[in-house]
């Protein structure tokens, strides 16, 4: 059985913090407010997978309010998304996925992104794809106010 996901997600810039994205830590003059790290990419990717595993959404499964999830680094939440995956016998064929935001500039670090995000689906990270895109200054986005991130998905029930 193959079966495809989407997922979407947004935060806002706050000062203070750290700005993670993909898993990497990218120098900028703001951080993404949220209960976890915020990391909008793997967020994105991890609703994505969880619904095309017909699994719901990131609240179901690391509930905001949770002791255990708060500052959480995203990636820790893709690992048990991804234990949840090889429970019910999935295999990622693919993720694609779009971060969009004015700022920061993410060309130079989508490599490691690739290589964080294959890691714990057990991918090649070749089959993992990330773009980057502005707002056109238009909306929350283009005032440079905070990121988004959308994902696609596909995977495959093994035996």
Known sequence: MIRIGIGYDVHRFVEGRR???????????QGLAGYSDADVLLHAICDALLGAAG?????????EGDPRWRDIASIR????????????SFRVNNIDA?????????ARFVDQMKINISRP???Q???VNIKATTNEKIGFIGRGEGIAAQAACLIEQVP
């Open 19 to 29: 700005c993670f994205l993909g898993g990497v830590d990218i120098p900028y003059h």
């Open 55 to 63: 699994e719901g959404d990131l609240g179901r499964h690391f509930p």
């Open 77 to 88: 939440l893709l690992e048990e998304v991804s234990r949840l995956l090889v429970k019910k």
């Open 98 to 106: 779009v971060v969009i935001a004015e700022g920061p500039r993410i």
């Open 121 to 123: 689906l057990a991918m």
């Open 125 to 127: 990270s070749a089959d």
